[in-house]
């Protein structure tokens, strides 16, 4: 018997109803089909560092006493290192390339830092400033104007000013010469996910890097003085103003309060990028090394947030969980620790290198210190910076190299 005319009219509009309600639960994907996809990391990533390092998704070897890792983690991609031992402790698409922002700048500050005494003064043209992105974040420099080497970096570091960067570069020469030595200083440091197409990390296309390539390229930067003095900073004298590190886990903010141990690094966002940070942290004597990139998130602070979580997770699990893969050395360093001990080209031991344990952590604090006003996170000073200057980083072997430790900026 057929079904009555109200039955199949009801039947007809539950169904709709169900299927709309479907569609409006439903992942964008199945709700519109031309819809773009979230994007997700390749199939085939690097293997540097470790096999587990190229593999999509979260990698950690939870075991009887290790710390689960932290809730609410959005970031596309990030990863947490000893700095000291390189030991990736867990990573989470470790070698997806992404656009880096800013963080790019710690590159730019390996590369540049070591070339321009601090003391030295440049005029900036007009010409010197050609290229800036629009949008660009900016210190602001003036045409005319005379800057110390010492004033842009502290440009760079604490208000991650392109300006700084592109009369940095014209001082090297040009943006184009720029560019070149930073993409010969990452195939040194081996950071083979990192594209570089301008120096101040502003967004282009092609232009990437990845969680693991800036944890390299940050734990290198440490390792010079003037490196770590200016990321460390938190505020500054600046042509008569005080700047401040847009930093939020060195110096605060109104929902992310300063994080304990921390000295730096480097900071950066942008339309593409999202938000990307890469920090370092000391206590108890260890350092750790945390790269976020991108979180999904879209709260207020949330890349520091994660960030601080990712740090809290390491201090709690250093020494208990087994690690997943290891931040590799620059290729001189490893081609000098397959050398026979007794040449010239060996690295130096311990006693050599000069390095000295670290007795526990102290708080950070800002304070005044050296000149112009600059501020700086002193709770590292006796700590982290002391550890990070006895050059005790270790991959099997120590590095960098004596050549390197040794080398002067160019007059």
């Known amino acids: 018997m057929p079904a009555p005319k109200k039955t199949v009219r009801r039947s007809l509009l539950v169904g709709a109803a169900t299927l709309l309600s479907l569609a409006a639960t439903a992942p964008a994907a199945l709700a519109a089909p031309g819809a773009p996809k979230t994007p997700a990391p390749p199939a085939r990533m690097s293997t ?3 096999a587990r390092l190229g593999l999509p998704g979260t990698q950690v070897n939870l075991a009887p006493g290790v710390p689960v890792l932290p809730e609410g983690l959005t970031a596309r ?6 700095a000291q031992s390189g030991e990736v ?15 790019l700048k710690m590159l730019f500050a390996d590369t540049l830092l070591p070339r321009f005494p601090k ?11 050609d290229g800036m992105g629009e949008g660009s974040s900016v210190v602001g420099i003036k045409t005319g104007h005379t800057y110390s080497v010492h004033d842009l970096w502290l440009g760079v570091f604490l208000r991650s000013g392109n300006d700084a960067v592109h009369v940095l570069s014209a001082m090297n020469g040009s943006v184009a010469d720029t560019v070149r030595d930073m993409r010969q200083h990452a195939d040194e440091l081996q950071a083979r996910d990192t594209r570089v197409i301008s120096p101040d990390g502003y967004d282009e296309p092609g232009q990437v890097s990845s969680a693991y390539d800036l944890s390299l390229i940050a734990r290198s930067g440490l390792q010079k003085k003037d490196f770590r003095d200016y990321c460390s900073t938190v ?28 000295a730096g690094v480097k900071n950066g966002n942008t339309t593409h990028a999202g938000a990307t940070f890469t920090g370092v942290a000391e206590r108890g004597g260890r350092v750790l090394l945390v790269t976020v990139m991108n979180p999904q998130k879209p709260e207020h602070n949330e890349v520091y947030k994660e960030t601080a979580k990712l740090f809290d997770w390491g201090f709690q699990a250093a020494g208990k969980v087994t690690p997943v893969g290891e931040l590799v050395p620059p290729k001189t360093a490893a081609r000098a620790s397959a050398a026979p001990s007794g040449s010239a ?17 102290a708080p950070v604090a800002a304070a005044a210190g050296g000149s112009r006003g600059m501020g700086t996170a002193l709770g590292v000073a006796g700590g982290l910076l002391v550890l990070l200057a006895g050059g005790v980083f270790l991959v099997n072997r120590r590095w960098p190299l004596p050549d390197l430790m040794r080398r002067r900026p160019r007059s």
């Open 77 to 82: 991609s990030w990863i947490v290192s000893d």
């Open 89 to 103: 402790l867990a990573a989470h698409n470790a070698h997806w390339p992404l656009p880096p922002a800013s963080t």
């Open 235 to 262: 505020s500054a004298d600046f042509a008569g103003s005080e700047i401040r590190n847009t930093n939020r886990l060195l110096s605060g903010d109104t929902d992310v309060p300063v994080y304990q141990g921390i």
């Open 48 to 50: 540097l560092g470790g």
């Open 345 to 361: 080209t060996a690295p130096a031991t311990a006693g050599q290198a000069g390095s000295a344990p670290v007795a526990g952590s």
């Open 119 to 129: 003391t030295m003064e440049h005029r900036v043209a007009a010409r010197d400033l």
